[in-house]
């Protein structure tokens, strides 16, 4: 039999609004391993159920028209394998409507490999890699390559805020 997979749609954490708020709390809920929290989720009907490949293909789709649509968007899967899969696929459609070689790649954490114009996130702190005056890397930041460096460092800034902030992961 097929295994049945569930994709959640959209997560907005900690909003002002009174909806915001009740997903926060519906977050954190389902962190602590509470089901009470995946109420909420259903209750506004952005659970789906199905085999886990159309899962997937349904999770991809809807995160690559929301990028193409300018919007942010991440795109969690259950496994590291999938997450894995997703995201060379993401990097191979945009690889095709790039149009330019990729120059210089680096092989990531996961075994895929980046190069400028791609996406990443970090995983841990890094407290002594400063980002301006006022932050430092943080673990789930995202970044967008700027460079990959001989040696393999790369040179990125953040996905979200002042692109004229970058620094270099080692």
């Not at 899962?55 to 809807?62: G, K, L, N, P």
């Not at 968007?73 to 995201?87: G, S, Y």
Request: charged residues 25%.
């Amino acid at each position: 039999a097929a295994h049945r997979a569930v994709t959640l749609s959209e997560v907005v954490r900690f909003g002002k609004t009174e909806r915001g708020r009740a997903e926060g709390a519906a977050s954190l809920a389902m962190r602590r391993g509470d089901p009470a929290g995946i109420a909420f989720y259903l209750d506004h009907r952005r659970i789906h159920v199905g085999a886990d490949a159309l899962a997937a293909e349904q999770a991809y789709t809807a995160w690559l028209t929301d990028r193409r649509a300018g919007r942010d968007r991440v795109l969690p899967a259950p496994t590291n394998a999938l997450v894995a899969e997703l995201n060379d696929r993401a990097r191979a459609d945009r690889r095709r409507t790039n149009c330019k070689p990729p120059g210089r790649t680096v092989a990531l954490s996961d075994g895929l490999l980046a190069s400028a114009g791609d996406w990443i996130t970090t995983r841990s702190n890094a407290r002594w890699l400063r980002i301006g005056k006022r932050g430092w890397v943080k673990n789930g930041q995202r970044w967008m390559i700027h460079a990959v460096e001989r040696g393999g460092s790369l040179t990125v800034s953040p996905l979200l805020g002042d692109d004229a902030a970058t620094v270099r992961l080692p």
